[in-house]
């Protein structure tokens, strides 16, 4: 069967979320890929919602709003963040500065830009952009900043749920500056668990592991350390 009918008959196969009422199927309901859903809004009570039930949207220009919501979860225990001895000597050396919160929208920006290995494009489209702009201006979603010679060279923006930072994404312009906003966000001792999504090398080498969504799901939902 051609490729794009596959994805049609892919997507004929998942909830369409109704126009007009703010809910999400079961998690637990999702496919094996872990897509669960298509079609809602961004809007903040929409996000807010998916979020707290370990959804999260992912999609490209000119396709429907995809709803994710993976059996297995690459998480980062704070407590467990790999530095290696050279990371370590990079931080000792002090050769950036990092901060929080003061300058999100260049983050977002900046990770819709990055190129990356094997990834034409970007999924962080302009919606997404201004959804979580828009969330972040409600005190919702938050960012790290690397500088170096007061000049943003590296960063990372998520969504905070109770304990749970749930990472959207992270970009780097020089060597280190993401892992350095990784290690920066794991030692503020304000999270009890890192969610980093979907695994990649970059993300292993600092720690991450894979937990069962029922793991994350209990863990996502208590309130206090």
């Known amino acids: 069967m051609h490729k794009v009918a596959c994805a049609l008959l892919h997507l004929l196969m998942v909830f369409r979320l109704p126009k007009n009422e703010l809910i999400f199927p079961d998690p637990a ?9 298509i079609g809602g809004d961004l809007s903040v009570e929409r996000l807010l919602l998916a979020y707290k039930s370990g959804i999260f949207p992912w999609f490209s220009d000119n396709d429907p709003i995809c709803w994710y919501a ?22 000792k050396k002090r050769i950036f500065t990092i901060t929080s919160n003061t300058r999100f929208e260049e983050v977002i920006t900046n990770c819709a830009e990055i190129d990356r290995k094997d ?9 997404m ?13 938050k960012s790290v900043e690397v500088l170096q010679n007061n000049e943003l060279v590296g960063g990372l923006y998520g969504v905070e749920i109770n304990q749970v930072f749930c990472g959207e994404s992270m970009f780097s312009r020089v060597s280190n500056a993401s ?15 890192i969610d980093c999504q979907l695994p990649n090398d970059h993300l292993m080498s600092l720690g991450a592991e894979m937990i069962s969504r029922k793991e994350y799901l ?6 206090a350390f």
């Open 179 to 193: 892992k350095a906003a990784m290690i920066a966000l794991c030692k503020a001792n304000a999270y009890t668990l």
């Open 218 to 223: 209990e863990i996502l939902h208590q309130r």
């Open 29 to 37: 309901l999702a496919d094996e890929d872990g897509l669960l859903a």
């Open 70 to 91: 993976p059996h297995e979860r690459c998480v980062i225990y704070p407590s467990k963040v790999k530095i290696t001895k050279s990371m370590s000597q990079v931080l």
């Open 119 to 127: 990834q034409p494009g970007t999924w962080i489209t302009e919606a």
């Open 129 to 141: 952009q201004k959804a979580y702009i828009n969330l972040h201006k409600n005190g919702y979603a």
